[in-house]
Structure formats: structure tokens, C-alpha cells
């Protein structure tokens, strides 16, 4: 199974800052990667897909990039909205698909 | 509009079963493929089992493997998931999604499952 490796666990920005978050796979995942963001009591909702595509309706500020084993998320100027819990996804070589642990980003 | 409503879950005593449903809407359900990710109280994301748009075939995370059913009904538009023996590690709230255009680009809103005594 492929093991997916999420860094920071946790990260607290100030508005408009810049924030990254990493996730390394085991085996090269052919940019097979997506990244979600997950609010308080609601559902995961995708936001990056195969690495760098963003999905309709994420504003700009999110961009992905990546290949091989690493990839990253950066949120371009850190909004309120942005609170929440960002998980990556593998869907190189499945099943099983496998999720990063999760990255909580907080305003500081 | 897409929509993925889940129902079924609740409280289960341990070794005992419990079926979800997740009733779709908005797209052509027999043409995709259908999933169910769970996520344990505080914990994260853990994909649980998947099915072809026929149903012909299923795919199932070790540890639910000989105790899940994953299932479809094409012409009801459903999905389901045939939980028995179940563990108190197995508490988690159950998600369906799908995958449109996207890995998993559209989600339920969730069903709790609590498996205690």
C-alpha cells in the first residue's frame, strides 16, 4: 500500500500570509494527488486535483504543485474561511486509496 | 444539482450489523463508480470500500474485508453498505462520494455509526 506522509499537523497563519502544506508518498504517484479541505462538522470538499488542477469554484489563492513523491498546497493569503483541516489523497495505485493524516490550519 | 444523502446509521452493540443507504441524485448514478470513506470521532480520513458502476465488481480496505458488503441498486439510485460484525473501531461517521469528473468530488453529508455496549 502506498503510505502517504502529511506535514505540519497543525500551522496558524495570520491573514494574509502564505501557508504551505506537504505530503510525501512512498512510490512515485504520478501527480495521481488531490487535496481536500474539511470545516467544523462538514464534509471534505476537493479542492486541487491531479497535483495542480484546481476544482471548479476554489478561489485562486489555492494553487498545488508536485511530482514524483512530493507534493505541496499553498494558500496565497490566508482568509477566515480558511480554517480547517486539509487532507491529501493518493489515486496513483488503489485499493486502497490512501489519505495524509491531516494538516489543521488555524488564524493566529 | 449532485446530492448524496446518507441514512441508517445509529447506536449498535458490538458483533451486531447495520445497513447504510446513501440515496443519489443529479447525475446518471449508473454510469460511476461509488465509494464510502469513514472518519473516526477527531480522527481523519479512511477509505472503506468501492464499487463499479455495474456493480460486477467491489474493493474493500483489509480491515473491513469478510464484514462489509458494499452494494448498488441502478435503478434506484442507491447505494449501500452491509455492515456486520461490527467493532468499536469501526465508530465513525460514514461518508459516500463519487467521483464525477474529480477524485472524489462530491460528498454526502455523513452518518454517524457508533458501535458500543
Known amino acids: 500500500d502506498i503510505q502517504m506522509t502529511q506535514s505540519p499537523p497543525s500551522l496558524s497563519a495570520s491573514l494574509g500570509e502564505t501557508v504551505s502544506i506537504e505530503c510525501r508518498a512512498s512510490?512515485?504517484?504520478?501527480?495521481?494527488l488531490a487535496w481536500y479541505q474539511q470545516k467544523s462538522g462538514k464534509s471534505p470538499q476537493l479542492l486541487i486535483y491531479?497535483?495542480?488542477s484546481l476544482q471548479d469554484g476554489v478561489p485562486s489563492r489555492f494553487s498545488g504543485s508536485g511530482s514524483g513523491t512530493q507534493y505541496s498546497l499553498k494558500i496565497s493569503g490566508m482568509q477566515p474561511e480558511d480554517e480547517g483541516v486539509y487532507y491529501c489523497?493518493?489515486?496513483?495505485?488503489?485499493?486502497?486509496?490512501?489519505f495524509g493524516s491531516g494538516t489543521k490550519l488555524e488564524i493566529k | 444539482e449532485v446530492q448524496l444523502v446518507e441514512s441508517g446509521g445509529g447506536l449498535v452493540q458490538p458483533g451486531r450489523s447495520l445497513k447504510l443507504s446513501c440515496a443519489a441524485s443529479?447525475?446518471?448514478?449508473?454510469?460511476?463508480?461509488m465509494h464510502w470513506i469513514r472518519q473516526a470521532p477527531t480522527k481523519g480520513l479512511e477509505w472503506v470500500a468501492s464499487?463499479?458502476?455495474?456493480?460486477?465488481?467491489?474493493y474493500y480496505r483489509d480491515s473491513v474485508k469478510g464484514r462489509f458488503t458494499i452494494s448498488r441498486d441502478n435503478a434506484k439510485s442507491t447505494l449501500y453498505l452491509q455492515m456486520d460484525s461490527l467493532r468499536s473501531e469501526d465508530t465513525a461517521t460514514y461518508y459516500c462520494?463519487?467521483?464525477?469528473?474529480?477524485?472524489?468530488?462530491?460528498w454526502g453529508q455523513g452518518v454517524m455509526v457508533t458501535v458500543s455496549s
Open positions: 462520494a463519487t467521483v464525477l469528473g474529480a477524485p472524489f468530488d462530491y
Open positions: 443529479g447525475f446518471t448514478f449508473s454510469n460511476y463508480g
Open positions: 464499487i463499479s458502476p455495474s456493480g460486477g465488481s467491489t
Open positions: 512510490e512515485d504517484i504520478y501527480s495521481n
Open positions: 491531479y497535483a495542480s
Open positions: 489523497l493518493q489515486g496513483s495505485k488503489y485499493p486502497p486509496f490512501t
